[in-house]
């Protein structure tokens, strides 16, 4: 292992293919980091590592399924073989349970009729996933002088926000799964920090925002790169950053 490779910072990203993931890897790219483009799909994955190298960032895929625990063993396998450390996790990877559509059609989310296979299915990406990788990779981030975590989670996760007859989210559907699943990340998030702090690795979780991806059918209102904003912010807190914080672009996001 080349000298430049032993202190180049090394991020991975899960998800990384399209939409916030793959604006946060462009963004570290940019910063001058190694980025790992986490994605299911090898093709789709080589291709957004392909398009950041050729723009000049240094990018390589990682065949990552959060939801498989050999492929997560794999790629943690994988990274400590040619990189032999990880400085910045992203947990970027997440689904609705409801497909392709705007907030305002997942009908099927509403809490008496929900089909809870559905449920199980939204939760093993959006919580076990992101304990699956995170616990893969910790031994890699304990190689780092200045490990952070980051989950990628939502406004919609604030059990004050939502529970708000007033406020932003009393006009959507009632959510059984995505919402749920993104609030029992709030809790991990916490949880992780509180164990990993005395080891100085600062763990967050980023509310992006309305961001305009396949996960909303493209209805949101901001661009991948501006809900990645709050995202690399956190990966790339000093050592007096926060740790066990809920953040937006705005700042603190209320439990």
Do not use: C
Not at 99 to 105: A, E, I, K, L, Y
Not at 114 to 138: C, Q, S, W
Not at 213 to 219: A, E, L, M, Y
Request: aromatic share 4%; charged share 15%.
């Amino acid at each position: 292992m080349s000298d430049q490779t032993t202190h180049q910072k090394i991020a991975l990203i899960t998800g990384a293919n399209k939409g916030i993931g793959r604006a946060a890897a462009e963004q570290l790219a940019a910063l001058g980091m190694t980025v790992l483009i986490g994605a299911r799909d090898p093709r789709r994955g080589a291709e957004a590592a392909a398009a950041l190298r050729a723009v000049g960032g240094d990018a390589h895929v990682v065949i990552l399924d959060v939801t498989d625990q050999a492929i997560v063993q794999e790629a943690a396998k994988q990274i400590e073989e040619r990189f032999g450390h990880l400085d910045l996790l992203i947990n970027n990877a997440g689904i609705t349970g409801s497909g392709q559509v705007s907030p305002q059609d997942t009908t099927d989310q509403v809490p008496s009729a929900v089909d809870l296979d559905m449920v199980r299915a939204v939760f093993e990406t959006n919580v076990f996933g992101v304990i699956a990788v995170t616990n893969a990779m910790l031994p890699l981030l304990r190689r780092s002088p200045a490990p952070r975590i980051v989950n990628v989670s939502s406004h919609a996760a604030s059990l004050t926000l939502t529970s708000d007859p007033d406020g932003p989210f009393a006009t959507l559907l009632p959510s059984a799964a995505y919402t749920p699943s993104k609030s029992a990340l709030s809790a991990l998030t916490v949880q992780y920090a509180n164990e990993l702090r005395k080891d100085g690795i600062l763990v967050n979780a980023a509310a992006p925002g309305y961001v305009d991806t396949d996960i909303n059918n493209h209805t949101g209102l901001l661009t991948p790169a501006q809900g990645a904003a709050i995202v690399v912010h956190l990966a790339t807190l000093g050592a007096d950053g926060p740790t066990a914080g809920f953040f937006g672009q705005d700042g603190p996001v209320p439990w």
